[in-house]
């Protein structure tokens, strides 16, 4: 909790936030453990088969979320698919601060992949 405690977290919320990331590491380490068995990752839907696993489960979350909370909204599948979309691309905007070549999100619709 000293790095919270850097960081300026109220200390009010250190305990949650401290939590949140013990469990986002536990989900992680899941997912290598199911993946090693072949059962895809524990993070994904079990209707989800893949064996790439890039630790970062919220990506699918996140589309997932919105691509459904819109087509609620709006009626339009379509417009789910245009949400999830440009969330990821303002988030690749802002991925040079995380150590991505900066730049790539504008010139690249590529999806990522697992060799």
């Not at 994904?44 to 459904?68: G, V």
């Not at 599948?77 to 990821?88: H, K, L, Q, R, S």
Request: proline content about 3%; overall charge positive; aromatic content about 12%.
């Amino acid at each position: 909790m000293l790095r919270l405690a850097v960081l300026d977290v109220p200390k009010e919320k250190q305990a949650l936030i401290s939590g949140l990331g013990y469990i986002s590491t536990a989900m992680t380490y899941l997912d290598i453990k199911k993946s090693a068995q072949g059962n895809g990752l524990y993070s994904y839907p079990s209707s989800i088969q893949t064996s790439c696993d890039n630790s970062k489960p919220y990506h699918f979350w996140m589309s997932a979320f919105l691509a459904r909370r819109v087509t609620q909204i709006t009626q339009n599948p379509n417009a789910g698919v245009d949400a999830a979309f440009i969330a990821e691309k303002a988030y690749q905007f802002k991925s040079h601060l995380g150590g991505a070549k900066s730049g790539q999100s504008y010139i690249s619709n590529a999806v990522f992949t697992c060799e």
